[in-house]
C-alpha cells in the first residue's frame, strides 16, 4: 500500500524553467515531508523538508510547497539547470510512537534537465 | 564530518546463501534505519535501530534482521537469499531518531542473487 505517490515517473524542463514535480499522500497522521534527490549509484542526498505547521518552505532555488487538505505537496526548482538532472524522492513520516524514524518514499520522478 | 559509510558497495551471492551487510553512521548519530530499493517497490522500510534497540520494523520476512552495536554501528543480515534480494540496499542516520530531522543516506551496497 502506497502511502506517498508520485505519480508522475519522469519530467523534462529546459535549462532555465521551472521544474515542478509533485507528490501525493493517503496517510493525515503524516507531519513531516522531505524531498531527496538521487543520482545513478549515490544514496538519495537531502533537499529540504516542510513540516505541516507550515505551508511553504524556502532554500535559494527550491521550494516547497504543502496543501494539507489535498494532502499534496510540491518541489519547485527555480532556474532550473543540467545538474538537476537526478531521480526525485518525497518522503514523509508521522514522528510519532511506533513508527519513528521510518520515512514513507515515493517511488520517484526522473527530472531531466536540457540546455 | 564524514558521512554514512556501507561495506560492500557490491556484493555477488546465490541463492540459498546468506549475506551480512555494515552501515557506520554519521559520527553523534544514534539512530540507523535500513531500506531496500528496487526498480518496481522504490524504497522500501526495513527497520529502525535506536540505541542498540530495533524500534521498527517494516513488512519483511524473517530472513532480514538487524542488529546495532554501541558505538552507534549497525549491520543487517538477508538468510537463504532468493533472486527478488537483489537490489540495492540503502543505510541512513539520524540525529536522535526523532523524524523531525532529516535522514542521511550512505551510497548504499548492491546485492546481487544469482
Known amino acids: 500500500d502506497q502511502q506517498v505517490k508520485q505519480n508522475s515517473p519522469s519530467l523534462s524542463v529546459q535549462e532555465g524553467r521551472i521544474s515542478i514535480l509533485n507528490c501525493d499522500y493517503t496517510?493525515?497522521?503524516?507531519?513531516?515531508f522531505l524531498w531527496y534527490k538521487k543520482y545513478p549509484a549515490e544514496g538519495p542526498t537531502f533537499l529540504i523538508s516542510i513540516s505541516s505547521i507550515k505551508d511553504k518552505n524556502e532554500d535559494g532555488r527550491f521550494t516547497v510547497f504543502l496543501n494539507k487538505s489535498a494532502k499534496h505537496l510540491s518541489l519547485h526548482i527555480v532556474p532550473s539547470q543540467p545538474g538537476d538532472s537526478a531521480v526525485y524522492f518525497c518522503?514523509?513520516?508521522?514522528?510519532?510512537?511506533?513508527?519513528?524514524?521510518?520515512?514513507?518514499f515515493g517511488r520517484g520522478t526522473q527530472l531531466t534537465v536540457w540546455p | 564530518k564524514a558521512g554514512v559509510t556501507q561495506t560492500p558497495r557490491y556484493l555477488i551471492k546465490t541463492r540459498g546463501q546468506q549475506v551480512t551487510l555494515s552501515c557506520s553512521p554519521i559520527s553523534g548519530h544514534r539512530s540507523v534505519s535500513w531500506y531496500q530499493q528496487t526498480p518496481g517497490q522504490g524504497l522500501q522500510f526495513l527497520f529502525e535501530y535506536f540505541s542498540e534497540t530495533q524500534r521498527n520494523k517494516g513488512n519483511f520476512p524473517g530472513r532480514f534482521s538487524g542488529r546495532q552495536f554501541s558505538n552507534s554501528r549497525s549491520e543487517m543480515n538477508v538468510s537463504t537469499l532468493e533472486l527478488g534480494d537483489s537490489a540495492l540496499y540503502l543505510c541512513?542516520?539520524?540525529?536522535?531518531?526523532?523524524?523531525?530531522?532529516?535522514?542521511?543516506f550512505g551510497p548504499g551496497t548492491r546485492l546481487t542473487v544469482l
Open positions: 541512513a542516520s539520524e540525529l536522535s531518531g526523532s523524524s523531525y530531522n532529516e535522514q542521511f
Open positions: 496517510n493525515s497522521m503524516f507531519d513531516y
Open positions: 518522503a514523509a513520516s508521522d514522528g510519532r510512537g511506533s513508527t519513528l524514524g521510518r520515512l514513507y
